[in-house]
């Protein structure tokens, strides 16, 4: 990709989706941190609920295991750390401690992995006021370093080999959850079991 | 429980399968007091749809009793409900401009990657309907569950039998709302292609929204009969050119209103109960999008096209030069059923709409997998299929 397309995708009002598709944009994540590569995940919902209380439920960090399929538990820690457990193929799980980067109240969360994390990764949840009546726009980034070898293949069967499905789903099921109450299901008992 | 379920192109079984539980608290579990076999329950029997399993319970329109409620749901045990066949969570930007058949929540997260992929935005879920619609039990069953039951499923006073409302599911708010997409104004002649259920529903509503005349067109005797029994004339397009025909009765006008009542058979999304006329009108179905097409060429100048009929994929060779030409508006999409449920069972309990003419074939639950067979293969006679769950066997 040239310095000229990275430019050009950057003038476009839309920078997640540039950076989703300038892989050079993400290199400089990498770069930032010392990390072998990055890769960026992102997705945009709007949530029909007023900005501080998708804020509000997102801070207690807490609740991400509710509607996150593979995170089995956040555990807020001192001050801004927290520690996660996320489920892994083969009944085994990834552990990594956060550390909160960025927190403004009613607009946007950031965090990021501390050393020694399974996988390093860092991520931010922005809110925004949608349109006079049309609730809230929430964007979610996330950049981590697909780390090689076992773990490697690990994490990518984790994330379904297309992290940007498992990000749209989990946003799915956090707009579900802030507007009906509940995440939407046929699973049985509801239908017949197949075999 | 007792439920007809799919496991391969025409071969549905009537099988015990564990009963359905409440998981949601605005859920409610609903005793099947009727349902129907809907015209696109046979894109399943044909396989024409994906993302079916072996197993999975089939059936979109259904009426049954509450006996089990959340506690989110409004229902009350012992109510008897009719349950639209779009799944609509009532609190999304969609549901809350009443377009319930866009809601954004009702297709599980992890069934909405295809529909997403292919319509560019995930769509709603539906029961018993593959799994691209949510993946949903259908309620050809004894027992289904029923999630956001606050929102979706209307109450039938006492008085009113199955018969009178159970098409309040699917087809009498889906030829209401193709009726009402006509935007019908005073004089107006409204055209219909396809006398299926939805095409039959589509002229009685055209008239009570104040149509003056209705034409329908199709090529089953039993059916444009039907039509004619409602007040439309009539063309048999096996007999007439069809775009001559409306030409010479609309004063060389044309309709001001036309309506693909058809659709056609296609292999994508596809939720509505169209498939009568998609069947009836087989000759035009060689050419799949060759309703769509008519129907654009035939309308008149500043006209109107109202698409109930399914299309789930992609057409060609649509004449979009007579569209743009003729400055026509477009008004599609599956049914808002809750919106117009209320309205429409006011309208039966006040006598103004009948849609038990309809029923062609009552059957036990039991004999479903036969009641699938006959609609398939005897379109002209078999309009309409009901199941009852509470009928034994050896009843019927």
Redesign the interface.
Known sequence: MSEENVRRALESDAPLTAAVHQRDVSKEAAEDRGWREAALVGRTVTINRPRADLYAFWRDLRNLATFMENVESVTPGDGRTSHWVVRAPAGRTVEWDSVITEDVDGELIAWESVEGADIKNTGRIEFRDGPPGRGTEVTATIVYDPPAGDLGKLIAKLFQKEPKIQARRELRRFKQLMETGEISTSEAPDAAPRG | MR?L?WHGKHDVRM?T?????I????DAIIRITSTAICGSDLHLYDSYIPSL?????LGHEFMGEVVETGP?STLVKGQRVVVPFVIA?????FC?KQQFSAC??????????LS?VAYGY?MT?VFGYSHLT????GGQAEYV?V??SDVGPIVIPDGLEDEKVLFLSDILPTGWMAAENCLIEPGDTVAVWGCGPVGLFTIQSAFLLGAHRVIAIDHHPHRLELAKSMGAEIINYHDVKVREALAEMTGGIGPDAVVDAVGMESHGFTIDNIIDAVKTTTKLGTDRAHVLREVILACRKGGRVSVPGVYGGVGDKIPIGALMEKGLTVKTGQTHVQKYLRPLLDMIGEGKIDTTFLISHRLPLEDAPNGYKMFKEQQNEVTKVVLKPDWRKEAA
């Open positions: 439920a379920t099988e399968v564990p009963d359905p539980k998981v949601n608290p605005r399993h072996k197993g999975d319970i989110g969570c009532g609190q999304c930007f809350e954004d929540n009702s297709n599980p997260a992890e069934k909405a990657d997403e995930a879920g949510g993946g949903y039990a569950r999630p956001y």
